[in-house]
């Protein structure tokens, strides 16, 4: 009987390989984040479409052009194509060896994209519907402090691309975008849920799309972790935060600049 089962288990090992390979290799080759190109130029790309997605150039004088990218068609997950409006488009193969490896074909280009880094999430970076009817995706910088886009998606489909940068002091709460920043955009940090944008003596409200970060008291600056205490059944608990998203952390939040991950503080022995 022991045998049998030992056998099964190393059985049941061997199938989960395959499996958990392809898995892997799929997460992986994920567009999302920021590329190198061999050509000089850097690609952005946010992770809050599926295809079509939009991606934004930056040439290396500082100049952005907005592209759309579409998967190939029963090739998700291993190439797309991308194209400026009413450009050709070109194609982009993930290496199969290494996901963070992309050649890319067309047009007499011929040209490898290496994966520099992730994307500095905010706290309005994701899509929001405004009362205008328009579409906005806030993308994140490629650093903290950077300047960031905003794609906007008119009724009849039409995109634009505008610069955007934090109002100083006001970091993580109100910025500026369009000609000159001149259109100001501040979060309602009650909700997270709600931008009221100033533009020409105009008002308009943006509604997140999506899951808002979560509220919470908090103490510190926005350069440093956050200290949070939680109450929980009538008792105060710390949490510990560090930068970014993750799939394990007991609270998401807005705060300063960046979106914070929190856990709380595991309990210590009687001798710490």
């Known amino acids: 009987m022991m045998k049998m089962l030992k056998t099964f288990s190393t059985l049941l090992a061997l199938a989960l390989v395959p499996l958990l390979a392809f898995a892997a290799t799929a997460q992986a080759a994920s567009p999302v984040g920021v590329w190198r190109s061999t050509s000089g130029n850097t690609f952005i790309v946010p992770p809050f479409e599926a295809s079509p997605f939009v991606m934004v150039l930056v040439a290396p004088n500082g100049t952005r052009e907005l592209y759309t990218g579409r998967w190939t068609a029963g090739l998700e997950g291993t190439q797309f194509t991308y194209a400026k409006p009413n450009s050709q488009g070109l194609t982009a193969t993930f290496d ?6 992309v050649k890319v074909v067309g047009g007499g280009t011929n040209t490898t994209w290496t994966k520099s880094g992730a994307l500095t999430q905010t706290s309005v970076s994701g899509t929001w519907r405004s009362s205008s009817g328009n579409r906005f995706v806030v993308l994140p910088p490629v650093s903290e402090g950077a300047t960031f886009d905003i794609v906007m998606t008119r009724a009849n489909g039409e995109r634009e691309l505008y610069p955007a940068r934090w109002t100083p002091g006001l970091e993580g709460t109100q910025f500026g975008y369009g000609s000159k920043f001149a259109t100001i955009a501040t979060l309602d940090v009650r909700s997270m849920s709600s931008v009221r944008v100033l533009a020409n003596s105009e008002v308009t409200t943006w509604t997140r799309e999506g899951r808002a970060p979560s509220r919470a008291l908090v103490f510190g600056s926005d350069l440093e972790a956050p200290a949070v205490v939680a109450v929980v ?3 105060r608990r710390r949490m510990v935060c560090a930068p970014g998203l993750t799939r ?3 609270l998401e939040l807005g705060f300063g600049a ?4 929190c856990s709380f503080e595991r309990s210590g022995s009687a001798n710490d």
């Open 248 to 250: 394990t952390s007991d």
């Open 96 to 101: 199969s060896r290494n996901a963070n490896t």
């Open 258 to 261: 960046l979106l914070w991950s």
């Open 233 to 235: 059944r009538g008792e």
